[in-house]
């Protein structure tokens, strides 16, 4: 018989969702008759617009005809990666810095495998699981502690620093996970922030890994959109970006990451250099198809539809915001981010989970899921039909959260 990877045995519990999913199975067995409604996961939940949908369509027939069949397309469509420059990045970068991908999640996972196990890594805490468990997964974090790993640093990231890290406890050469909007805080870093956060990484000899999945969501036009808009950041970031939560391809699955030619290993080795090696040889390229519809969705009346979908989530996060402030609940986000960060001080986020199930039927993601700062926060997603948002926000009106 094979031995167990260690790596995978160190994995702490349970993923997050799992164990909510599993939650919450318990209690629809227990209480059949209550209808719960979700505002835990970051699942879209609102059907694909026209546009973009037809752009799916058009990759599918073009498959089915001799003369506009294709098969593998490495690195991706070049039309598409032209267009996320120009949409994205004001043609800033080379087109081969663009590397199109099956989703951003999947990207991060592959990115570990640049850095091997000897890497120390830095992430905000709270921050997406991925990075921590991505990390355990090739080896890099160290041994489990009581609140997460000891090759980790954690940056806490909470009310008393406006949710954004102190910098100063980045250790020299860090690989740092950085996420903005934030999942789960739904804070925005400024312009300021992110100037800093950048030369940290210049001084600390660090690299960035810039993740703006939800930067669509961004409303206030002075909030950067993307790490490239920080100068000096093409020496010290690269960025993982994704169609799920802007066009609602959670489920098409598409997504690119731009490693800039610039970035370099200690040896002077180029990074893109070996992205393209790592990505040629365990990824065969994003679906033909979905890279169809993302040329329809950053197309103009793509980028239109765009907009629309994310201001309706927009809309359900801000529907949620103003129920919990009317409760008098602390809460950040909802503004420029699809996530709503409410405070619960001195309780315990599992057992408010558990309360807020068994109150109003409402499913939500215990804080502390997201790492040990996230003790006694929940955070409210907006992906959700917006009867269901309304529904839930008439129940939160009678929650009364212990004192
Ligand atoms: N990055 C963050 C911060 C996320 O919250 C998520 C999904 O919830 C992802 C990446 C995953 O994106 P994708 O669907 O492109 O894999």
């Given at each position: 018989m094979l031995k167990r990877n260690q790596n995978s045995a160190n994995l702490?519990?349970?993923?997050l969702f799992p164990e909510i999913a599993r939650r919450r199975r318990e209690f629809a067995t227990s209480h059949p008759e209550a209808r719960l409604i979700s505002l835990g996961v970051g699942n879209t939940t609102e059907p694909l617009p026209p546009h973009i949908c037809a752009g799916l369509a058009r990759g599918a027939t073009m498959l089915g005809a001799a003369e506009s069949y294709s098969g593998y397309m490495d690195e991706g469509l070049p039309a598409l990666r032209k267009r996320i420059n120009a949409v994205f990045y004001d043609n800033k970068h080379a087109i081969d810095e663009i590397f199109i991908s099956d989703g951003a999640k999947c990207d991060i996972g592959r990115l570990q495998l640049l850095f091997g196990s000897d890497v120390h890594v830095a992430v905000?805490?709270?921050?997406?699981p991925v990075y921590v468990d991505g990390s355990v997964l090739v080896g890099a974090a160290g041994g489990a502690t009581a609140?997460?790993?000891?090759g980790i640093s954690y940056l806490p990231c909470t009310a008393e620093n406006d949710y954004f890290p102190d910098l100063s406890k980045i250790e020299s050469n860090s690989l740092i996970y950085f996420c903005s909007p934030n999942n789960p805080t739904g804070a925005a870093a400024t312009k300021a922030q992110l100037q800093s956060l950048v030369a940290a990484a210049l001084k600390t000899g660090s690299l960035i890994i810039f993740d703006?999945?939800?930067?669509?969501?961004?409303?206030?036009?002075?909030?950067?959109?993307?790490?490239?808009?920080?100068?000096?950041?093409?020496s010290c970031a690269l960025e993982v970006n994704s169609f799920s939560k802007s066009a609602g391809f959670t489920g098409v699955r598409l997504g690119w990451t731009v490693v800039p030619k610039k970035l370099k290993f200690?040896?002077?080795?180029s990074v893109n250099a070996d992205w393209s090696r790592v990505m040629s040889t365990i990824f065969n390229g994003a679906s033909n198809i979905a890279q169809s519809g993302g040329l329809a969705a950053l197309s103009d009346t793509g980028l239109k539809e765009i907009k629309a979908l994310t201001d309706f989530y927009l809309g359900n996060a801000a529907l949620i915001r103003g129920a919990l402030e009317k409760l008098n609940i602390s809460c950040v986000g909802g503004d420029n981010s699809p996530y709503i960060w409410a405070h619960f001080p001195k309780q315990d986020s599992w057992s408010m989970f558990e309360r807020i199930l068994e109150k109003c039927h409402v499913v939500t993601t215990p804080g502390s899921g997201f790492g040990p700062a996230g003790e006694s926060f929940i955070r409210f997603s907006a992906f959700g039909r917006r009867s269901d948002v309304e529904e839930a926000c008439v129940r939160l009106a009678d929650f009364k959260a212990p004192k």
């Open positions: 702490k519990a349970g993923y905000q805490d709270p921050s997406y609140n997460g790993y000891a703006a999945a939800y930067s669509e969501y961004i409303r206030d036009r002075a909030l950067p959109k993307t790490i490239f808009d920080i100068e000096g950041a093409d200690a040896g002077g080795e």
